[in-house]
């Protein structure tokens, strides 16, 4: 059973501050990693796709690295806002199917 | 053009009963994902089908089954309803390997 770990399971900010959530996933038959911003009453958004070891995607404040070796990615938020606010998910691809981790829940407050 | 669609949106059955939801993926498209998000939870993966195949199962009872048609859109079946089959049911239809959500439909058993 392969699983995927994130961390924390909910945060908490004031708008403004920077955060950093954590994605552990199997290091063995990676093939690539999504990460995805769920707001609620919405439908999951794909935010970055990631393949290589050593990969840094940005997407405005929001960027994440790579790390297929010891199985980890991070998400970044600079400078947090309240429409930040949402559930990151992280998905792990070995196969043909995607394993989700269980999100991290973030609330940033004005 | 539209999106990945499904119906219903929300639907309220009784335990024991049976429930079919129904899952329209992107136009080309070829695969079609289903997951289940229990409150508080991440989403679990419950099936994959892809050009009508099964290609993925994940760990659910029997009681939970599936088909895709040769349009590519997709059933999920479930029978004899448990109040804890209440969740949120996510299809997902995929090209490559980044995957786009519906909405899902809000299950609820009571």
């Known amino acids: 059973i392969l699983n995927v770990e994130q961390s924390p399971q909910s945060l908490h900010v004031q708008e403004g501050d920077s955060t950093n959530f954590t994605c552990s996933f199997p290091s063995s038959n990676f093939y690539a990693l999504h990460w995805y911003r769920w707001e609620t009453a919405k439908s999951p958004e794909a935010l970055f796709v990631m393949t290589l070891n050593g990969d840094e995607k940005k997407k405005g404040r929001i960027s994440a690295t790579l790390n297929t070796k010891e199985g980890y990615s991070y998400l970044y938020i600079k400078g947090s806002q309240p429409e930040d606010s949402a559930t990151y998910l992280c998905a792990f691809i070995g196969t043909d199917k995607l394993i989700f981790g269980t999100g991290t829940r973030l609330q940033v407050f004005p | ?110």
């Open chain 2, 1 to 110: 053009d539209a999106g990945v669609t499904q119906s219903p949106t929300h639907l309220i059955k009784t335990r024991g009963q049976q429930v079919t939801l129904r899952c329209s993926p992107i136009s080309g498209h070829k695969s079609v994902s289903w997951y289940q998000q229990v409150l508080g939870q991440g989403p679990q993966f419950i099936f994959q089908y892809y050009e009508k195949e099964e290609r993925g199962r994940g760990n659910f009872p029997d009681r939970f089954s599936a088909r895709q048609f040769p349009n590519y859109s997709s059933e999920l079946n479930v029978n004899a309803l448990l109040l804890g089959d209440s969740a949120l049911y996510l299809c997902a239809s995929s090209l490559s390997t980044e995957a786009f959500f519906g909405q899902g439909t809000r299950l609820t058993v009571v």
